[in-house]
Each structure stands twice: as structure tokens, then as C-alpha cells.
């Protein structure tokens, strides 16, 4: 657990905050502060867990500020998680920069990259970039896609893989944490994900993809996460790729 332990000691130095609202929909989440910071956050796959609230963590979701919130990142419980990847986000959100998406594209050249769990409309995406995608999910079913239990006896054989906040939620990351090292290539996307450079550059971590969140974006992603829209695919949200290691194994 020490990887949580490093998120929280990093997250919990920025000022804490008086939430205005916490919003968790059917696809992601978002926190307003009374001070302006905003974040959103990750909202468990339909599929991977019944997300059905609870009425003790409602209470406690309401009475606690912006740290107390981010400490639930270590709940298993979809609800708790989904407000603390919020609170992670506001708290460490990532800065005005980063690269366009399309930067990605032609860093695998060729070699196997593994999705674990990964929203379906990720899939789509980098499908349309003809990667060489190996993807384990037990929610989908289709053409290369194989059941997460198996996914042990093949990611060594991935030059690259891409995982998202629900590993951490599960707590996968804890047994992949192992393996990142030995790969060319480790892409943890967002939303929900705090920008903490130096602690994911220690896990393994290559390569950021976090939403940007600017000030006037507030309300129309507010509006869009609360009707049920992914963050993903928000008009409002500026997605970023972020490196903080060579891609060159050798090199690590």
C-alpha cells in the first residue's frame, strides 16, 4: 500500500477545502471547492462492481471537506472512490500544458500494447489508431478481448500497457507494480488521477493522460457529467498526455 501512502502525503500538503457540491454520475464525478478548484473524477465501469450507494457513506461523503474526501482512496466502495478521485483531482489537478493525445500514437512501433479494463470508448479511440491491442475486461466480449484473470499470464509479453483509475480502485496496481519497470511503455489515464510526477515516475508510470481542467470549464462539465456523459468524451475537457519517463527501456 505504500503507492496510496505516496498519493495521500503528496495530495494532503495542498490546502484543504470546503466542498460546494459532489456530483457522481452514471460515468464519472466532479467536486466544486468553495475556493474555485474543481475536479473530476473516475466512476467505476458498469460491469466491474453493482454500484449501489450507501446511506452511511452519503452522510459521510456530506460532512467531510476535500481531504478527508481524498483520503477514501483507499474504499473499494464506488461510491467512496469515485469522491475521492474527485478530491484527488482538485486537490493536484494537472497544469495548463502537456501534449496532444496524437503524441501517443506512434511511441508503441508496432508492439503489443495491453488494456486492462478500459472504458469502452477508449477501445474505439485507439482502435482507429490500428495499435496492436490486447485487452482484458470482463464486462466486454469481442474480438481480442479476454477475461482479467488471464491477463497474469500475458502482460509480459505487452511492450506496453494501459491502465486507468479502476486499478487503483481494485487495487490491480498493486500486483502490476512489478511489472511496469520492465516495460517499454506505462500509460495511466485519468479521470481521477492526481498530477503527482514524481510519485507515478517512481511506481513505473511513463505517460500521463489526464483532463485539463480550466476555470470557466466548470459549469459545462458539471452540466455534461450529471446528465450521465463521460468524461472522455466531454467538449469541455481538454485531454493531455503527459510523459515523466524515457520510453526507452534501456533507459530506465
Not at 450507501?54 to 469515485?82: D, K, M, W
Not at 479494463?117 to 470482463?138: E, G, H, K, M
Not at 502482460?155 to 512489478?178: D, M, Q, Y
Not at 481542467?213 to 457529467?225: D, F, G, N, P
Amino acid at each position: 500500500m505504500r503507492l496510496y501512502e505516496s498519493i495521500l502525503d503528496e495530495v494532503l500538503t495542498s490546502p484543504d477545502g470546503e466542498p460546494d457540491y459532489l456530483i457522481i454520475g452514471w460515468k464519472g464525478s466532479i467536486l466544486s471547492l468553495s475556493d474555485g478548484r474543481w475536479g473530476v473524477g473516475a466512476v467505476s465501469p458498469a460491469g466491474n462492481e453493482p454500484f449501489s450507494p450507501r446511506e452511511e457513506h452519503t452522510r459521510n461523503l456530506l460532512s467531510i471537506g476535500a481531504h478527508g474526501l481524498a483520503r477514501l482512496l483507499v474504499s473499494p466502495y464506488p461510491q467512496e472512490f469515485s469522491a475521492a478521485s474527485a478530491s484527488l483531482a482538485a486537490l493536484a489537478p494537472a497544469p495548463d500544458g502537456g501534449e496532444p493525445l496524437e503524441s501517443l500514437l506512434s511511441l508503441p512501433g508496432g508492439e503489443k500494447i495491453s488494456l486492462l479494463a478500459p472504458d469502452p470508448w477508449l477501445v474505439d479511440f485507439l482502435r482507429d489508431w490500428n495499435w496492436n491491442l490486447s485487452i482484458f475486461d470482463d464486462a466486454r466480449r469481442g474480438l481480442r478481448v479476454l477475461p482479467e484473470w488471464t491477463s497474469s499470464q500475458h502482460l509480459r509479453s505487452s511492450g506496453w500497457l494501459w491502465i486507468t483509475a479502476e486499478t487503483l480502485r481494485n487495487r490491480k496496481i498493486l500486483s502490476l507494480l512489478p511489472l511496469l519497470k520492465g516495460k517499454h511503455g506505462v500509460i495511466l489515464q485519468g479521470p481521477g488521477i492526481p498530477f503527482l510526477p514524481s510519485v507515478f515516475r517512481e511506481a513505473g508510470i511513463t505517460h500521463l493522460v489526464l483532463p485539463v481542467a480550466e476555470e470557466r470549464a466548470e459549469a459545462r462539465t458539471r452540466r455534461y457529467i450529471s446528465a450521465g456523459g463521460t468524461p472522455w468524451s466531454c467538449p469541455s475537457l481538454l485531454w493531455r498526455v503527459f510523459p515523466l519517463l524515457y520510453t526507452d527501456a534501456k533507459k530506465r
